[in-house]
């Protein structure tokens, strides 16, 4: 067993190699001149050259007049934006750092890609840590709070008392700004809001961050210094940081000038060089390798590198009396592992395949291997000099160790360690969904995305359990897991062609299922951030067959982003053939949709034989699809102007969503309601509009606050308040423009008409329903109001050629479920309500 007291005096004497003079004047130079600009000091030296030691000396060694931080980008969450913001947030804030704006805009962004939860201390991050999210959620009393910068701002309000303080969040602009931007421009917000109140804390104490291996994240850069990308939010949040300095260690200078010459004046590059021969025998000397010759082989084979002198440190300290000769760095490592007790090698070899590992990581892989797993061998193994300790008693091995100690596994080995880890990450996320107490910082890794980067290189796990694992995983710790999960499998992928293999055991289908699998989960990601363009890119091929659940996810991603783009015929050709050849898990969101575009184009009837169908097939959990099925049939008896079946269906849709606990199906059953009032009771359309808005404008959904104004302004124009009317459609073009929401522009447009109708404007009211029918037919949808906007028109007397023509190509697609003639009847009754002004 080594002598570990002995060994922590020798790491307390080694630290003076790490002050060399060069980078420690640099430091203090930068630390001197830190003001109103970013500062970036890069510290540039091979691997196992000491950056991440040096790193931690330059932070124990900064004044108490500065706050500091650290990124170990090693870890591959904190490679993730929204993960390194979060870990930097909770280290600043513990040091007294202020960040009610950023936490606001956090919110709002982790609210935007899990619009499927409600904001609580137990899933949203650091809320505890955070005061004003952890008062809103407080004061809420167990209340739904949705995280959108509207209703967030409001309820700060009512949780903050201090006054200065509460005004500077309700005047900041761009918390103001933030429910109308895409995901992309909400992200640059947050890191802005990130910075900004660093800045603003930097006035009364400065701060550093501390950056480690860079090339974790951009591995390859391409020629000219550009890097894929991969490191866009790292430089946009380091360009930000004002009032501080970064300190970034890699393995190659930056060279983010070719992105930006201004780069230049804020990067200062400072190289760490190998230890001079005086200090290589200086630090050997003092750990106790005292005999000349040894220390004289030992020096030159380590080529002044501190991982290798530590290692010969740590082989001294095991058995000091078979010193040997050591002739190449590799000499020296094999030499450690001679010295160490056998059973302590072979767990560290097997540790070496967990990319990070805590005591159950290390009691896991004890307890598959028959291999002491106790408190005293943790503690020797986590003191060597080359396992790196990380916040909350977790390490990583050094990567130069790495590949030393893998080089003893056998592959079949390697699979069943990746076999053992990907099981015990399974497990620990199984606790978690239980419900245990949420932590912080490196606990975020996410334990799902583990399981799936080991399952992929124990070549044991199936693309339909990596997006098992990836929809898991969006509830337990964020987009930005499933984000993580799409890079490992594309990092596997990429290392399997690199080495001419395949990446699973299942020859080239496994490959091409994997990539599938990948591309699915990006494209489903770019739909959520309203890239339907980008979903379409990495969908080009609809005609494959969807027999397996990822196939028909990534062909239901594909149609959904086609059908956003205004492709409604082919979507519903892919949305059919998923529904008629797919029998698992996706055949009911394939139904939906199916139903759905059915209704839309006409086809009533059909729709609504399918939705009875696939409500019949849904699993008694699929309470979220079922109340979109309910939901479904009311619009379609809605728009039959069957109010009598519109209202039961959405009772029953909103019965449904209650059980789910599904804000957003609640959300729209509110407009829901205030629509089907606009036909049945206009004086209680207004009231229900005016709920429904207040909830809608909380999430941020366009479209529907803009049907909610539509509803609104068709119940003020039968009530006659045209000037109200008015400008209650003026607010829903405004929102359905900003949502691109092209038909239901168009039907706001058709119900505007008939007010222009009742105010004398004949002609204006002519040319919009004319621009409605032609809109409704560009979008392939709603052919019976073609007829009803055809019906007004002749009542009117405002009916054309043109008009006449749209109708007659829209008639023969309405397939009703009663006899045509049942529906003119209530159609003719619907539009008396609109078109005079005493009904």
């Known amino acids: 067993m080594p002598i570990r007291p002995q060994y922590r005096r020798v790491s307390a004497l080694q630290r003076q190699f790490f002050n060399r003079e060069g980078i420690l004047e640099a430091y203090d130079e930068e630390l001197e001149a830190v003001g ?90 650091f809320a505890e840590e955070s005061e004003i999210l952890s008062k809103i959620l407080d004061d809420a009393m167990g209340l739904p709070v949705f995280g959108t910068a509207a209703g967030l701002v409001r309820l700060t309000g009512r949780a ?33 809001l990130f910075a900004e109140e660093l800045r603003a804390s930097a006035a009364e104490r400065p701060y550093v961050v501390y950056v480690d291996a860079y090339e974790a994240l951009v591995p390859t850069p391409l020629p000219g210094g550009r890097a894929y990308g991969s490191d866009a939010w790292l430089r946009d949040l380091l360009g930000q940081l004002h009032g501080g300095l970064t300190v970034l260690a890699s393995r190659e200078a930056l060279r983010w000038a070719a992105y930006d010459p201004e780069w230049a004046s804020v990067i200062r590059r400072s190289d760490i060089d190998g230890l001079p021969m005086a200090a ?69 070899e097997l540790l070496s395949v967990a990319r990070t590992f805590d005591f159950g990581v290390f009691q896991a892989v004890g307890r598959t291997f028959d291999l002491p797993a106790n408190l005293l061998t943790w503690e020797s193994l986590t003191a060597y000099s080359f396992a790196y300790p990380l916040p ?5 091995l050094h990567q130069l160790m790495i590949g030393a100690l893998q080089r003893h596994l056998s592959p079949a080995v390697k699979r069943h360690v990746h076999a053992a880890l990907r099981t015990h990450w399974e497990e620990l996320a199984d606790r978690m969904e239980r419900g245990p107490a949420r932590s912080t910082g490196l606990a975020r890794l996410s334990p799902l995305r583990e399981a799936v980067y080991h399952g992929l290189h124990a ?36 290392a399997a062609g690199a080495d001419g293999d395949e ?18 989960l990006e494209a489903e990601a770019r739909l959520d951030q309203g890239d339907a363009a980008g979903a379409i890119e ?13 196939s028909a996810r990534l062909a239901l991603a594909g149609a959904n982003a086609r059908r956003i783009a205004g492709e409604s015929t082919l979507a519903a050709s892919i949305f059919e053939r998923v529904w008629e050849e797919h029998d698992g898990a996706a055949r009911a969101a394939a139904g939906f949709c199916v139903a759905d575009i059915r209704m839309w184009q006409g086809d009533f009837r059909s729709a609504f034989a399918l939705a009875e169908e696939v409500y019949g097939i849904c699993a008694p959990d699929d309470a979220v699809i079922r109340g979109d099925l309910k939901r479904l049939m009311h619009l379609g008896h809605r728009f039959l102007m069957d109010f009598d079946s519109a209202a039961r269906l959405l009772a029953e849709a909103e019965a449904e969503y209650r059980t789910a606990q599904a804000v957003i199906g609640l ?65 829903a073009n405004a929102a359905l423009d900003r949502a691109g929401y092209r038909s239901g522009r168009a039907r706001a447009d058709m119900f505007r008409a008939f007010l222009l109708y009742r105010q004398g404007e004949r002609a204006e009211a002519s040319g919009l329903l004319l621009h409605a029918a032609r809109e409704f037919e560009a979008c392939e949808v709603y052919p019976s109001l073609i007829l009803a906007i055809r019906n007004a028109a002749e009542r009117l007397g405002l009916g054309g050629e043109e008009l006449t023509a749209l109708a007659d190509r829209a008639r023969p697609t309405v397939r009703p479920l009663g006899s045509p003639a049942e529906l003119q009847d209530r159609m003719d009754a619907v539009l008396s309500m609109f078109l005079e002004e005493n009904a």
């Open 36 to 125: 109103d600009r970013p500062r970036i000091l890069n510290v540039v030296g091979v691997g196992g050259i000491g950056k991440s030691r040096l790193l931690q000396e330059l932070r124990n060694r900064t004044p108490d007049t500065y706050r500091t931080a650290r990124l170990d980008l090693q870890l591959p969450t904190m490679r993730q934006q929204e993960d390194a913001l979060a870990v930097l947030r909770v280290e600043f804030g513990a040091q007294g750092v202020q960040f009610d704006r950023f936490d606001i805009a956090y919110a709002v962004l982790w609210q935007r890609v899990h619009p499927q939860l409600q904001l609580n201390p137990k899933t949203t991050p």
């Open 160 to 192: 903050i008392k201090n006054r200065k303080r509460r005004q500077r969040i309700e005047a900041d602009p761009t918390l103001h700004e933030l429910d109308s931007l895409s995901n992309a421009d909400l992200g640059h917000a947050v890191s802005y």
């Open 280 to 348: 290589r025998l200086d630090l050997l000397a003092q750990a106790g390798i005292t005999e000349i010759p040894r220390q004289r082989s030992i020096a030159e084979a380590s080529a002044g590198v501190p991982f290798y002198l530590h290692l010969a440190v740590d082989t001294h300290l095991q058995n000091a009396s078979r010193p040997g000769h050591t002739g190449t760095s590799e000499e020296i490592v094999q030499r450690f592992l001679q010295h160490v007790a056998p059973d302590e090698v072979r767990i560290l």
């Open 392 to 396: 909350e008693g977790w390490f990583r």
């Open 459 to 494: 070549a044991d796990i199936t693309p339909e359990q990596i997006h098992r694992h990836a929809d898991r995983a969006v509830v337990l710790h964020g987009r930005q897991s499933v984000d993580g999960i799409v890079k490992d499998l594309r990092d596997h992928l990429a």
């Open 503 to 520: 990446p699973t055991g299942e020859g080239r289908d496994g490959a091409a299922d994997l990539r599938d699998a990948a591309d699915c």
């Open 538 to 550: 990495l969908t080009p091929c609809l005609d494959r067959p969807v027999r397996s659940p990822v």
């Open 667 to 731: 959300a729209n059953v509110r407009t829901n309601q205030a629509e089907l009032y606009a036909f049945t009771d206009p004086a209680a359309a207004v009231e229900a509009a005016a709920s429904a808005l207040e909830v809608q404008r909380d999430i941020g959904a366009q479209h529907e606050i803009g049907k909610a104004f539509t509803a609104m302004a068709m119940a003020q124009t039968r009530l006659g308040q045209y000037e109200r009317a008015t400008s209650s459609y003026l607010s």
